[in-house]
């Protein structure tokens, strides 16, 4: 018996080096400004080519503002400028900025179709795993193996074990994907899957949207997973059909055939299977410095006298410094300075239409200041069409470019020191929205309504207008 991973890795072996590592041919590599000019380096001075330019695609997205397309900081200027130069003089196509299809490396990809069921897909970016939602076999890469992968279209790679999460009945009125992760990592913490590829399975995961499962798939990371995986089923294929790159005619119909043949044989092919009840969880809000420490919105932040052990209490007491809360403080109790919605986890339409509706007749607090950012071209020419963009405008939202933006600071859009946010990014480490800043993680409609607010609130109590 195998599993999902287990048929893609074997189906992409060129040559073991031994039972558990082996060297992967790479169906797409993915890339963009910030992981890419040292590995370009190492091919010139090697006097290299790239060995498939038509399965290297890239954009600039870390770097680059949100506000115009002028990039006033030195470095970030420099980087997209060798950015385009590099992939201009080695022939990989890129969607620069303004573009059509520019956006968030794991946002434009699967939506031009590039994304596919049995793939196996690498980036510099440790979010990759987010193209696992498609039954791909996908994670990030270091500036090295970026330099490998440019050169021989293949990466080495130790055979990691399979672990299954199943998450079984259904999510409750206004409980997201984003929720259903942020609980999964609480409960297991951030190396509860460390050395797995997860793949998830059960009603509320069948149950989610494509970019529900995107969402799930691109936190398993922050519980030490090395990649995330759905395997495909009718929404993905509903998904796929019909877009730039995905397979046309008698094409699509052999690529169907085959993708309706990925999934794992059994539950036993698993080393480890963990099962957890949608009906229990609850709208999630972090309140310290890893996902893990997060809590449903109606909870309290916890006492480190109540910890397991030492070393977990010394951690709690670190995030509540850095964090500036108390212990037992209700979470409705906090109060926020910003508000951002955007990055690779949740900045697809069905995010942005999720926070709209939280939003719409009602004015951002005057004490906090919000944005929306959408996560490509495709998706703001959508929301402007659509009528978002007008509602967040109304409201007070800045209405942003695509980019990373505020989840990693590489840019313009950052956190200053002691500024509190609520975020839907991915990760709430220390100083990684700015130097000093607090970041709790939520869903769209969560941050929105804590945008209106002031502070968190139970999105399921909400007067929608």
């Known amino acids: 018996m195998k599993t999902l991973y287990?048929?893609?890795?074997?189906?992409h072996v060129v040559a073991y080096e031994s039972e558990k590592v082996a060297l992967l041919y790479v169906d797409l590599h993915l890339i963009h400004e910030v992981t890419t000019p040292q590995a370009y380096d190492g091919l010139m001075k090697r006097g290299r080519k790239i060995r498939r330019t038509d399965l290297t695609i890239g954009t600039l997205d870390h770097s680059v503002p949100t506000k115009d397309t002028l990039i006033e900081d030195e470095f970030a200027a420099k980087q997209v400028q060798v950015f385009r130069e590099n992939c201009n003089k080695f022939g990989v196509k890129f969607f620069d900025l303004g573009t059509q299809n520019q956006g968030i490396v794991h946002v434009f990809a699967p939506e031009m179709g590039l994304v596919q069921p049995g793939m196996i897909i690498v980036c510099g970016d440790s979010h990759t795993s987010t193209h696992g939602a498609f039954g791909a076999l996908s994670f990030g890469i270091g500036t090295s193996e970026v330099e490998q992968v440019l050169a021989t279209q293949c990466i080495r790679q130790i055979k990691?074990?399979?672990?299954?999460?199943?998450?079984?009945?259904?999510l409750s009125n206004s409980v997201t994907a984003k929720d259903l992760i942020l609980f999964v990592i609480g409960r297991i913490g951030t190396e509860g899957a460390s050395g797995y590829v997860v793949e998830y399975d059960g009603e509320a995961i069948r149950n989610l949207s494509m970019e529900g499962r995107m969402t799930v798939c691109n936190m398993s990371i922050e519980?030490?997973?090395?990649a995330g995986l759905i395997s495909p089923d009718e929404v993905t294929f509903e998904y796929l059909k019909d877009r730039a790159y995905s397979p046309k005619g008698k094409t699509w119909d052999l690529a169907l055939k085959f993708w309706e043949d990925l999934k794992s044989d059994s539950d036993k092919a698993f080393d480890?299977?963990?099962?957890f009840d949608a009906s229990e969880i609850e709208p999630q809000v972090t309140w310290g410095t890893t996902p893990a420490m997060v809590t449903a919105v109606n909870g309290f932040v916890p006492d480190p006298s109540e910890a397991k052990n030492d070393l977990e209490k010394s951690s709690y007491e670190r995030a509540l410094r850095y964090m500036g809360l108390e212990p037992m403080q209700k979470i409705t109790s906090i109060k926020i300075d910003r508000?951002?919605?955007g990055s690779c986890t949740n900045s697809r339409i069905e995010d942005l239409r999720m926070a709209a509706k939280v939003v719409k007749g009602y004015r951002v607090n005057p004490k906090v200041k919000a944005m929306v950012v959408p996560g490509s071209q495709t998706v703001k020419r959508q929301a402007e069409a659509e009528g978002l963009a007008r509602i967040f405008v109304e409201a007070g939202f800045e209405w942003r470019n695509p980019g990373c933006s505020m989840c990693i600071a590489m840019n313009d859009d950052r956190l200053l020191?002691?500024?509190?946010?609520a975020s839907t990014s991915n990760r709430n480490f220390e100083g990684r929205q700015g130097r000093g800043g607090r970041t709790h993680l939520a869903s769209p409609a969560m941050v929105a309504a804590a945008a209106i607010a002031g502070h968190f609130v139970d999105v399921r109590d909400w007067r929608f207008r």
């Open 6 to 11: 287990d048929k893609i890795w074997e189906s």
């Open 160 to 170: 990691s074990k399979n672990l299954l999460i199943k998450v079984e009945k259904r």
């Open 223 to 226: 519980a030490g997973a090395r």
């Open 272 to 275: 480890v299977v963990l099962s």
């Open 339 to 341: 508000a951002f919605i």
């Open 417 to 421: 020191p002691l500024e509190r946010c």
